[in-house]
């Protein structure tokens, strides 16, 4: 006989399921952007399971973990779907630098938007370009940023349908799935890392910590997003102050 922990999960994994399938239905073509963290891995799993017709990419930043690269490649080999890979526009990230210098994002919170700007939102617009949906692992409880968000919204950022499907698990579910059914997972989670990024800005935590305690952790939780996942004004009026850097350095790469 099951336990109550593996109806719970079992219902879980129907309903995202569920999701994943109307998503598809309703919204094709759809996307999902893989950032390889556990949550990820979780959908990675039940994507090629369940729902095929989901497309699959990740971003690289240029400034990713070994273990991160590791992952990229043990997921290529594992999986009928293939992971499309975005970088960044190289001229973009080479005046960001010149500008900067090359650690500059832990200057000021803005320095650091703008990095992530180039680095992860705008080769984000391109994966997201000419889609119907997209799908994120993004979940409820792991930051404040986050609490207010739904399983489906429409992205008036990028345009289209934006769907959270694991909105409602708890990190204890994730980690009981990837047991559970031997899901592939990045290694730095064994080292204390539960939140994972550019490896410049992200660091393991300590127990009891918040679990983004180690992404950006010189900032307060407010500002912790990078601009893929706005939602609210504060994070709205950075995101627009990043779009006019953007553009103030498209200008003076063009002239």
């Not at 973009?92 to 803005?110: A, C, K, M, P």
């Amino acid at each position: 006989m099951k336990t109550n922990i593996h109806n719970e999960l079992d219902k879980k994994i129907a309903d995202t399921v569920a999701i994943l399938r109307q998503a598809a239905s309703e919204f094709a073509p759809v996307v999902f952007a893989n950032s390889l963290g556990a949550e990820d891995m979780v959908l990675t799993d039940l994507i090629a399971k369940y729902q095929p017709d989901i497309q699959m990419f990740s971003l690289d930043t240029g400034r990713l973990p070994k273990e991160t690269y590791d992952l990229i490649q043990e997921v290529s080999q594992q999986y009928n779907i293939p992971l499309h890979v975005y970088f960044p526009d190289s001229t973009r990230v080479q005046q960001l630098v010149t500008e900067h210098g090359i650690n500059g994002f832990y200057d000021s919170v803005e320095n650091r938007k703008a990095c992530c700007f180039a680095r992860k939102v705008e080769p984000l617009r391109r994966a997201l370009k000419g889609k119907g949906a997209w799908v994120t692992g993004m979940r409820r409880d792991q930051a404040v940023t986050r609490g207010a968000l739904d399983v489906s919204a429409f992205d008036n950022d990028n345009g289209l349908q934006k769907f959270n499907p694991l909105l409602e698990w708890s990190n204890k579910d994730v980690w009981a799935y990837i047991r559970q059914y031997d899901v592939p997972y990045n290694k730095l989670h064994d080292q204390f890392y539960p939140s994972l990024g550019c490896a410049p800005c992200t660091r393991s935590i300590s127990p009891g910590e918040d679990i983004r305690a180690g992404r950006w952790w010189w900032e307060s939780p407010e500002s912790k997003e990078c601009g893929l996942h706005a939602s609210n004004t504060s994070l709205k009026a950075s995101r627009e102050r990043i779009i006019e850097i953007a553009a103030n350095v498209k200008q003076e790469v063009t002239a």
